[in-house]
């Protein structure tokens, strides 16, 4: 069982960028694959991107290839989400994610949540 808290949703003007971190608490965090996922108004929820235990192997939405990295440090229990050349698309509800199945990085939904940070983009 893991705990998960995202920190880095803000504000920011198109084209710009932010950071997301999300600091896991629990055992076994390196045999977690991580994920973040996003949700905006009227819409499901959807997987952005997703990240093997040990960092090498990574997943990415096709709306979000070139622009977004995921990253984790397994010394720090954190993973971080980059956003670079944000659109207004890209508006909704951050949600990093965990889940010990190897299986998650393939796609499905993931067993932990964290609550959610809002990112928002103008135009």
């Known amino acids: 069982q893991v705990q998960l808290a995202e920190s880095g949703g803000g504000s920011v003007q198109a084209g710009g960028s932010l950071r997301l971190s999300c600091a896991a608490s629990?055992?076994?965090?390196?045999?977690?694959?991580m994920g973040w996922f996003r949700q905006a108004p009227g819409k499901e929820r959807e997987s952005v991107a997703r990240i093997s235990w040990g960092g090498g192997s990574t997943y990415y939405a096709d709306s979000v290839k070139g622009r977004f990295t995921i990253s984790r440090d397994n010394t720090k229990n954190t993973v971080y989400l980059q956003m670079n050349s944000l659109k207004p698309e890209d508006t909704a509800v951050y949600y990093c994610?965990?889940?010990?199945?190897?299986?998650?990085?393939?796609?499905?939904?993931?067993?932990?949540w964290g609550k959610g940070t809002l990112v928002t983009v103008s135009s």
């Open positions: 994610a965990a889940d010990e199945r190897i299986g998650a990085l393939r796609g499905g939904g993931m067993d932990y």
């Open positions: 629990g055992r076994s965090f390196s045999k977690y694959v």
